[in-house]
């Protein structure tokens, strides 16, 4: 089949499994990430269990630089090229308009941002929205942003 458009693809994709419709709708709920980005993180993560560790998927993704240790020498290298480029590069970009949505992620990137370079602020706002998908993969709800969070629990 020859899609057109991520419209087509994700409209035959929902239709053909109600559950990969429900599990989309469930990673929209996180803000930043829209229609592309939820399929393309349901589609290349795949089954979610798989990672025991939220480091483990930011691994897997790409969002982490490699390292060469020897001894008690521990070098910081750029980013692996062991990784899923295409859920790496969707990140990347979502994490860039994440950061108009979420106050959180704005926080984050802000605070990024004040230590480094805007690359690697970017890259600290991915490996949170990893951790955000993840958390809403693992407990089948939607995202609750922390404010919303607190003020119900301390009602």
Same mark, same amino acid.
């Given at each position: 089949m020859i899609f057109t458009s991520a419209r087509d693809r994700w409209e035959w994709s929902t239709a053909k499994d109600?559950?990969? !419709?429900?599990?989309?709708?469930?990673?929209?709920?996180?803000?930043?990430?829209?229609?592309?980005?939820?399929?393309?993180? !349901?589609?290349?993560?795949?089954?979610f269990t798989r990672f025991p560790s939220v480091k483990e998927a930011i691994s897997y993704c790409g969002l982490c630089g490699a390292e060469s240790s020897s001894a008690e020498k521990v070098l910081r290298m750029p980013l692996s090229k062991q990784r899923n480029k295409y859920i790496q590069r969707t990140l990347i970009e979502a994490a860039k308009l994440a950061i108009r949505y979420n106050h959180e992620l704005a926080e984050v990137y802000?605070?990024?941002?004040?230590?480094?370079?805007?690359?690697? !602020?970017?890259?600290?706002?991915?490996?949170?929205?990893?951790?955000?998908?993840?958390?809403?993969?693992r407990r089948k709800?939607?995202?609750?942003?922390?404010?919303?969070?607190?003020?119900?629990?301390?009602a």
């Amino acid at each position: 089949m020859i899609f057109t458009s991520a419209r087509d693809r994700w409209e035959w994709s929902t239709a053909k499994d109600p559950l990969l !419709a429900e599990r989309l709708r469930r990673l929209r709920t996180v803000p930043g990430v829209g229609p592309i980005t939820a399929l393309t993180w !349901a589609l290349e993560i795949g089954d979610f269990t798989r990672f025991p560790s939220v480091k483990e998927a930011i691994s897997y993704c790409g969002l982490c630089g490699a390292e060469s240790s020897s001894a008690e020498k521990v070098l910081r290298m750029p980013l692996s090229k062991q990784r899923n480029k295409y859920i790496q590069r969707t990140l990347i970009e979502a994490a860039k308009l994440a950061i108009r949505y979420n106050h959180e992620l704005a926080e984050v990137y802000e605070k990024e941002r004040e230590r480094g370079n805007a690359n690697r !602020a970017t890259l600290a706002v991915a490996r949170k929205m990893v951790a955000y998908l993840l958390a809403v993969d693992r407990r089948k709800q939607d995202f609750v942003p922390a404010e919303v969070f607190k003020a119900t629990a301390a009602a």
